[in-house]
């Protein structure tokens, strides 16, 4: 089992930024691999970001190729998703969850947070 808390989210300003992170518990094995998810009403559940257990491989959508910054933390068991240049569109519950391979689908990935709520506003 591996259980996934996020936090940091909130109000961020359009053009602003804001840091996201995930805390990672529990039994890994097999799932080091972390995505971060977005999911806005009415949408579908969207993966963006992933990186490997080693953090040696990162991933990026092309929605946020740039502008997002994944890493992690191995010895906090801590990952982190620092967001810039955020834009309205990008008001969503945020994810991160645990899986066996690096991907934008859903599929690979087992374990889920609860989300943060992130809101793009002026």
């Known amino acids: 089992q591996v259980q996934l808390v996020e936090s940091g989210g909130g109000l961020g300003q359009p053009g602003g930024s804001l840091r996201l992170s995930c805390a990672v518990s529990?039994?890994?094995?097999?799932?080091?691999?972390i995505g971060w998810f977005r999911q806005a009403p009415g949408k579908e559940r969207e993966g963006f970001a992933c990186?490997?257990?080693?953090?040696?491989?990162?991933n990026y959508a092309d929605s946020v190729y740039g502008r997002f910054r994944i890493s992690r933390d191995n010895a906090k068991n801590m990952v982190y998703l620092q967001m810039n240049a955020l834009n309205p569109d990008e008001t969503a519950v945020y994810y991160c969850?645990?899986?066996?391979?690096?991907?934008?689908?859903?599929?690979?990935?087992?374990?889920w947070g609860q989300g943060t709520q992130v809101t793009v506003s002026s």
């Open positions: 969850a645990a899986g066996t391979v690096c991907s934008g689908s859903p599929t690979p990935y087992d374990y």
């Open positions: 529990g039994s890994r094995l097999g799932y080091d691999v």
């Open positions: 990186i490997s257990g080693d953090a040696v491989s990162t």
